[in-house]
């Protein structure tokens, strides 16, 4: 086990094992975490983050594979996240998504985590987003963020990614209709893979219906793209556009300033509020009739709301 | 209260079998016992393995092989862990391993072999009862 500050050298050294580290210390919430994400951070605004999503079975993984290919013809070293569900059930995730990807494993200048959600809401996990610095201070042109995003929470990739890709493919059996506001509005590049099936044309044009009726006065219009995966069409232009959004956002600087104030605010806001609210809780539950009233929930003599409101009321007990 | 660490395993395949029935058993009855698994599908060569294990930082490796090939691949699959620093990860292995190679693959450092007919609660509880400490 190496000591927490080779591990932060090894990362800024581009080292793979203390890359790995890192994230999985980060992953367990381990008390070095802090330590790590802390030093990383300086490091940190040089890599182009793109998110992907869209619905199981558009063919991500796939794409993936061929957008880091494409990335790496042109000397870029890439990172890929692929973030999976955990069961709520069981607590456990079976995290294939570098099925897809397993030829790039040897590549030196590829780094692939696979990563369980964990619970965590949104499509990522906690830890995504200091993972995602982890592989930036590592040294990573590109840093793909792979997600699930079959629902209309799918949203948290936006805090992570400066680019966001949704992914469709014709007849997976949900309508782009059924694609709810968040991630249409989000998305900078809609992509319909699998595009050499018979409704490709059909569903680009629903999407660019949806995108007609919730136009706002957008600067960057999203453009549809086509692509077939697995045979690599159609993604050199798909690439072309990433490094389009990119200049995009580099070149619109008041934009670009006004986005990572909020990033920050964001940020810090959920930061402050994980803090407190963990340490207030701790303090309930030693001081205040936390169980008793946890017994009253159960037996429905109280709601949750008012059980809270009257533990945040009382006077802490004299022990 | 649940702990945030979890077991990370690796179930792979290497070598040119593809039989892989086996394999997603296993992988999908150690995530339902609560563990992450990472599954690389078929046809692994040794230094994916290897460095697949380092880059997801992995607890345990699962090696699946019913092609025989095992005295060949095991070898250089525990010689590329070695030699990459992941000498803390439990290697152990199922498939179609002859018991008189079993002990060859052990003194490589191949923890345990699993032959058929072993339940898959045996291989969670081997996990879980040897799964290497992490400081």
């Known amino acids: 086990m190496r000591r927490t500050e080779e591990i932060i050298g090894g990362v800024l050294a581009g080292d793979r094992r203390s890359i790995a580290r890192a994230i999985s210390i980060i992953e367990n919430e381990q008390p070095e975490a802090h330590e790590i994400v802390s030093a990383v951070y300086p490091h940190t605004g040089k890599a182009h983050i793109i998110g992907l999503t869209g619905p199981g079975g558009a063919g991500k993984s796939t794409l993936i594979e061929k957008i880091v290919r494409e990335y790496r013809q042109e000397g870029k070293t890439v990172g890929v996240v692929a973030v999976d569900p955990t069961s709520p059930f069981t607590g456990g995730a079976f995290l294939g998504d570098r099925i897809r990807m397993q030829d790039l494993s040897t590549d030196e200048d590829v780094f692939i985590r696979s990563m369980a959600s964990r619970n965590y809401p949104g499509g990522l996990a906690r830890a995504t987003k200091n993972a995602v610095k982890v592989l930036d201070a590592a040294g990573k042109d590109i840093v793909l963020v792979e997600t699930v995003g079959a629902g209309q929470s799918e949203v948290e990739i936006i805090k992570v990614a400066q680019t966001i890709v949704l992914i469709q493919a014709p007849g997976l059996g949900d309508e782009i209709q059924a694609i709810k506001a968040g991630l249409m509005e989000i998305a900078d590049i809609f992509v319909v893979n699998k595009a050499d099936r018979e409704n490709a044309d059909k569903t680009v044009m629903d999407i660019q219906a949806m995108l007609q009726m919730n136009s706002k006065d957008k600067v960057w219009k999203p453009p549809i793209l086509k692509t077939v995966a697995l045979s690599g069409e159609g993604v050199p232009q798909l690439v072309e556009k990433l490094w389009e959004h990119r200049r995009f956002l580099e070149g619109d600087t008041e934009h670009k300033k006004e986005l990572m104030k909020a990033t920050a605010e964001t940020e810090l806001a959920e930061a402050i509020k994980e803090k407190t609210a963990s340490s207030i809780l701790e303090k309930l539950k030693r001081e205040g009739k936390y169980e008793e009233l946890l017994q009253k929930i159960l037996k429905k003599e109280i709601d949750p709301t008012s059980a809270a409101e009257k533990l945040l009321k009382e006077k802490p007990r004299k022990t | ?135």
């Open chain 2, 1 to 135: 209260m649940q702990s945030t660490r979890k077991i990370r395993v690796l179930i792979a395949k290497p070598g040119l079998d593809s039989h892989d029935r086996g394999a997603k058993v296993v992988a999908r009855a150690l995530r339902d016992a609560g563990m992450e698994v990472i599954y690389t599908g078929l046809r692994q060569t040794p230094e994916q393995i290897a460095e697949t294990a380092l880059q997801e930082d992995v607890d345990v490796i699962g090696l699946s092989i019913l092609s025989g090939a095992h005295k060949t691949l095991f070898p250089r699959i525990m010689s590329l862990l070695k030699k990459k620093g992941l000498t803390d990860v439990m290697v152990f292995a199922g498939g179609i391993i002859p018991q008189e190679d079993a002990t060859e693959m052990k003194e490589l450092g191949i923890k345990e072999v699993f032959g058929p007919g072993t339940t898959t609660e045996a291989i969670i509880r081997y996990v879980i009862d040897n799964v290497p400490e992490r400081s």
